[in-house]
């Protein structure tokens, strides 16, 4: 039974006022990949009333059960809103997955700002809580690429009284009996929020990083304040932090919340989610958001990865927790009795879906290194590899009755993978979940933009491709990579984007997308973007900025494409590489009839001949690499 939504609803229950309201950016999807969905159980499974509010618009919307007796849990959505609105061009979307028949606009542009702000004129005396990713990216003054300035925390501009930042559910459950027993939010405290003090009411064991105004007026601070920021994010030994926003005004927060237990991990996905957003859509065409996850399962918690652009490791953590497989087994028998289900899970996956263990042991104890990475540039020494859990969980799915296919379709990390002694999860992997390609993420192939994205160098990449086509045809199917690849990262020059695509007709990878690099709020990467230093460095780092950079760098990882022809001639003539015009093998585009190329190498000039003497046949598929979809 989905929880109430509609007046219809409310009445059903025949309650006369909710405990709490939850309002979501999103349209109301009860599944467990969807954050406020889990917050909503969660209170219901304490014992609480509770009512969703998804899109409101008007006030007739928040208006609809009236004040709650405790208190709002507000947030954008599972992702922030003006990622949700505007592409990395600042284009307006033309959709929107997390809405009803898809329709764009239906949520405000800073939706959490907006939905406080509007229960605070309607409910003076509302106690409001605000929590997901896009209020725990914004936590501290943070650079907001769409206005091009930095912005304050987002609890002051929501005028919100607590804010949740992670993964929420320790907080949760400590939150609403505090609120249930009369103590005002803003007065609460616990691990895993951020409260605004004046300087009587602050913490003297926390540490403190440049005021918001600092930050807003100079870069070096703002790199420093990052740096300060992300390094206290680990639940072992992470401090509490300090930055000034007022005369008299200060945001705290609190240590990072503890990881769930595996225990407890389980008893979050016990709860009686419908899995299916709420049927009230279902004539204005359904949420196609629940197309991907409705039998999709989600084992894990947490990357020590790390990448540079991710939001994963300062909203999730660095340490990894699974659920158990009796939990996840339990999750797939149950969709065998679902009439909707077909026979495939369409992932067994998560943040990275071939972790399952914490990185080291000493993680445990001790917190992740502040100091490196697990995985980049080279794998740390103490790093536990050990796929054999994951491998047994997978094997255990296939065998269900009812269940035809298991795929893997997020997240694998496959530098982890090559760091297997033997091919045994690589060859069963590609035996039984992968559905004719495999989508992996070197990102990029020079090695300064890789260490400024966090991610390790390209060769890792190039022996993981070997190793994949090899062990594919052993296990005598056809199937191809899908690397993703970002432009415009900050560190990558003209210079970079033109050996990436140099690197991309070596490997014959023609990418039917690119995503420009997207500057999202809270990652060291957009940290890079804004004042053009590396936090954990404090070098300068070239940043591509403007719109012809970036055209330029996009339209080489497209070289192939006529209508990127204009762009790439310009770009290589630019770079001083017009050596890349012409016929020879490794020439990006030929040339026109008014451009005379350099005459080619003798080698490559024979190479050509010899090329151009042979047939290729039509739709013949490349031996390494596939045209797909970049990220």
């Not at 609890?155 to 103590?183: K, P």
């Not at 042991?361 to 054999?388: F, N």
């Not at 192939?560 to 990006?588: M, Q, S, T, Y």
Request: aromatic residues 10%.
């Amino acid at each position: 039974m989905f929880l109430p939504l509609t007046d219809a609803d409310f009445r059903t229950r025949g309650w006369e006022q909710a405990d709490f309201i939850c309002v979501t950016g999103d349209a109301y999807v009860d599944h467990p990949s969807f954050g406020i969905a889990i917050v909503s159980r969660l209170l219901e499974s304490l014992g609480f009333k509770v009512a969703m509010i998804a899109q409101p618009v008007k006030d007739a919307d928040f208006l609809r059960f009236g004040a709650p007796r405790y208190g709002w849990w507000v947030t954008g959505g599972n992702i922030d809103s003006m990622v949700a609105h505007y592409t990395a061009a600042k284009r307006r979307r033309s959709d929107d997955a997390y809405t009803p028949g898809g329709k764009a606009g239906r949520r405000p542009d800073r939706a959490t700002i907006v939905y406080c702000n509007r229960i605070r004129t309607l409910f003076p005396d509302a106690q409001i809580v605000i929590g997901g990713l896009e209020a725990s990216m914004r936590r501290f003054a943070h650079y907001d690429y769409w206005s091009d300035t930095v912005l304050p925390s987002i609890l002051l501009d929501s005028n919100a009284d607590l804010l949740i930042f992670g993964m929420g559910e320790h907080q949760t459950a400590h939150i609403a009996r505090e609120l249930a027993q009369g103590v005002p939010a803003g007065s609460i405290r616990c691990r895993g929020v951020c409260y605004l003090a004046n300087q009587l009411g602050l913490p003297t064991d926390a540490v403190s990083v440049a005021s918001y105004a600092k930050v807003r007026e100079n870069k070096l601070s703002y790199a420093k304040a990052a740096y300060t920021e992300i390094t206290e994010q680990d639940a072992v030994r992470g401090r509490k932090i300090i930055q000034k926003h007022g005369d008299d005004l200060y945001l705290v927060q609190t240590e990072p919340a503890l990881p769930l237990t595996t225990e407890e991990l389980d008893a979050v996905f016990a709860l009686p989610f419908e899995r299916m957003y709420h049927p009230s859509y279902e004539a204005q065409g359904g949420v196609a958001a629940i197309q991907e996850v409705e039998f999709s399962i989600m084992h894990n918690r947490g990357c020590f990865g790390s990448c540079n652009f991710c939001s994963i490791a300062f909203h999730q953590g660095s340490t990894v927790t699974c659920r158990s497989p009796e939990s996840i087994l339990r999750e797939a028998e149950s969709f065998v009795q679902n009439p909707r289900f077909k026979g495939i899970i369409s992932d067994v996956g998560g943040p990275s879906a071939n972790f399952r263990h914490p990185s080291c042991k000493k993680q445990l104890s001790k917190g992740s290194c502040p100091d490196r990475k697990c995985l980049a540039p080279t794998p740390c020494p103490a790093l536990q590899v050990d796929h054999s859990e994951y491998l047994d969980l997978l094997r255990r799915l296939r065998q269900i009755k009812g269940v035809r296919r298991v795929f893997v379709r997020s997240g694998l990390r496959y530098d982890y993978m090559m760091l297997e002694k033997d091919d045994r999860f690589m060859r069963e992997l590609l035996a039984y979940h992968v559905s004719g390609q495999l989508k992996v993420a070197p990102e990029h192939c020079s090695p300064n933009v890789l260490d400024c994205m966090g991610k390790p160098h390209i060769g890792v990449y190039e022996k993981f491709a070997e190793r994949f086509y090899r062990i594919t045809k052993e296990v005598g199917k056809e199937q191809y990579l899908v690397p993703y690849m970002i432009s415009s990262h900050p560190g990558s020059t003209l210079k970079d984007a033109i050996n990436l695509a140099l690197f991309l007709k070596k490997h014959r990878m023609r990418p039917e997308q690119v995503q420009d690099f997207y500057p999202t709020p809270g990652t060291i990467s957009t940290c890079m973007f804004h004042t053009g230093l590396d936090p954990y460095t404090l070098k300068p780092v070239y940043v591509p900025t403007s719109q012809e950079d970036k055209w330029l760098q996009r339209s080489l990882l497209q070289y192939f494409k006529p209508e990127n022809r204009r762009a790439v001639l310009a770009a290589l003539k630019k770079a001083g590489r017009e050596d890349l015009i012409g016929n020879g093998p490794n020439c990006l585009i030929p040339p026109d009839r008014n451009h005379t190329a350099r005459p080619a190498t003798p080698a490559a000039e024979a190479d050509r001949r010899q090329r151009n003497g042979k047939k290729i046949k039509k739709n013949q598929p490349p031996p390494r690499g596939r045209r797909g979809r970049g990220r």
